[in-house]
């Protein structure tokens, strides 16, 4: 098994099993001025500090891929639900200053099975960086 990385104890992860990977991750981050305005003059710009960081990625779960598309979209609902702080970690890197909450999610669903239970889905995941106070 190749443990690709891990949010919490939501593992990405690779086996004659499961697979469990993420696509189109990124990662922003940005900055915050504020602008003094000055008589007759240019404004002047005063660096205030940095908002948290955010990342976003996509996890295709499938049922012949070994993973249970229903479960897992509760873990995730659950977690942001709860306002959980979990560890973010991929490949030997941790990711932040210290830990990720879930502020949202969505699922795409691709496929069903005959009895209507989800297949395949997409589950489209964004998180924030959640600093120690």
């Not at 589950?123 to 600093?131: C, F, G, I, R, T």
Request: net charge positive.
């Amino acid at each position: 098994m190749a443990m690709i990385g891990c949010l919490g104890d939501i593992a990405f992860t690779v086996s004659s099993s499961v697979v469990r990977t993420l696509d189109n991750f990124q990662w922003s981050g940005s900055a915050r001025y504020a602008a003094h305005q000055r008589h007759l003059g240019r404004g002047l710009l005063e660096f205030t500090g940095v908002d948290p960081d955010k990342i976003s990625f996509d996890m295709t779960l499938s049922t012949q891929l070994g993973a249970s598309p229903a479960r897992e979209i509760s873990k995730i609902a659950k977690y942001e639900s709860e306002g959980r702080t979990l560890p973010l970690t991929i490949g030997s890197k941790a990711y932040g200053t210290y830990r990720w909450v879930i502020t949202g999610h969505s699922v795409k669903a691709k496929t069903f099975d005959r009895r209507g239970n989800l297949s395949v889905v997409v589950v489209s995941v964004n998180l924030q960086e959640y600093a120690r106070r």
